[in-house]
C-alpha cells in the first residue's frame, strides 16, 4: 500500500480559503487516480474531487466552482484548493489513492468552518 499524509486542514471563517495537501513517497505517484473525500460527524463519507493520471478531473456538485483538485508528480503531492468556504464543509478530509491493487487513505484532517 501507499503512505499518504494529509496537511492543511484548520479552523476558518465562512467565506475564507484552504489548500489541503496530500504527500506520498511512492515512486509512481503520476500513476495514482487521487481522490479528497470528507465525512461529517453522523455522516457517510463522500467523495469530494477525484484526479486521474491524466489529470482528468470530476467534483461533487456541492463543491464544483469552488474548491478545485490539483496534482504535481515531481513533489508526489496533490492538492485540494477549497474557496468560498461554507459552514456545511466542516468535516475530516480524506486523501485517497488507487491504482491496481492498491487503494490507500490518508489519516484524514480536520477542517472546521464558523459562521
Known amino acids: 500500500q501507499v503512505q499518504l499524509v494529509e496537511s492543511g486542514g484548520g479552523l476558518v471563517k465562512e467565506g475564507g480559503s484552504l489548500r489541503l495537501s496530500c504527500s506520498s513517497s511512492i515512486i509512481t505517484f503520476g500513476t495514482l487516480t487521487i481522490g479528497w473525500y470528507r465525512q461529517a460527524p453522523g455522516k457517510s463519507r463522500e467523495l469530494v474531487a477525484q484526479i486521474d493520471r491524466d489529470g482528468s478531473t470530476n467534483y461533487a456538485d456541492s463543491v464544483k466552482g469552488r474548491f478545485t483538485i490539483s496534482r504535481d508528480s515531481v513533489e508526489r503531492t496533490a492538492y485540494l484548493q477549497m474557496n468560498s468556504l461554507k459552514p456545511e464543509d466542516t468535516a475530516v478530509y480524506y486523501c485517497?489513492?488507487?491504482?491496481?491493487?492498491?487503494?490507500?487513505w490518508g489519516q484524514g484532517t480536520q477542517v472546521t468552518v464558523s459562521v
Open positions: 485517497n489513492a488507487k491504482w491496481l491493487a492498491i487503494d490507500s
